[in-house]
């Protein structure tokens, strides 16, 4: 159920966006255990001065090659898994693409199971929730 958002700048090819794209879904598969079938990602490019980003922060370099990638997702990772996603992302968009993996900016948000609806106006997990007896409920 993540919901990703790609920023990338407008010099990036079709190809390389998509690769990015598929680096990031892949990632989510194998580390988050997100079923492959759950895709939702906006993929956009961004004209010059429209990505910006500090030339040096924490000790990380970064060039005017940017992606940004804001990933809204439910809440119940651990550190670990996160640090492991972020790992992967970078590392798959550095090996797929002619992006640095110092230049991947990653953003987690973690929203309740119940802030989604994935069409027909419905709030699907809301209601399966509402289905499951309350913990301690006879």
Same mark, same amino acid.
């Given at each position: 159920?993540?919901?990703?958002?790609?920023?990338?700048?407008?010099?990036?090819?079709?190809?390389?966006?998509?690769?990015?794209?598929?680096?990031?879904?892949?990632?989510?598969?194998?580390?988050?255990?997100?079923?492959?079938?759950?895709?939702?990602?906006?993929?956009?490019?961004?004209?010059?001065?429209?990505?910006?980003?500090?030339?040096?922060?924490?000790?990380?370099?970064?060039?005017?090659?940017?992606?940004?990638?804001? =990933? +809204?997702?439910?809440? @119940? *990772?651990?550190? /670990?898994? !996160?640090?492991?996603?972020?790992?992967? =992302? +970078?590392?798959?968009? @550095? *090996?797929?693409? /002619?992006? !640095?993996?110092?230049?991947?900016?990653?953003?987690?948000?973690?929203?309740? *199971?119940?802030?989604?609806?994935?069409?027909?106006?419905?709030?699907?997990?809301?209601?399966?929730?509402?289905?499951?007896?309350?913990?301690?409920?006879?």
């Amino acid at each position: 159920m993540p919901l990703v958002r790609i920023d990338l700048p407008a010099s990036t090819s079709q190809t390389e966006a998509a690769a990015v794209s598929q680096a990031v879904h892949q990632s989510l598969v194998e580390v988050f255990n997100v079923p492959a079938d759950d895709r939702f990602q906006v993929v956009a490019r961004r004209a010059p001065g429209e990505l910006v980003c500090s030339p040096q922060f924490l000790g990380i370099a970064h060039s005017d090659k940017v992606v940004f990638i804001q =990933i +809204a997702c439910s809440p @119940g *990772r651990t550190v /670990g898994l !996160k640090e492991a996603l972020y790992a992967r =992302i +970078a590392d798959d968009i @550095g *090996r797929r693409t /002619g992006f !640095k993996a110092d230049d991947v900016i990653i953003n987690l948000l973690e929203t309740a *199971r119940e802030n989604w609806s994935f069409g027909a106006g419905l709030a699907q997990y809301a209601v399966q929730d509402r289905a499951r007896p309350a913990v301690g409920a006879s």
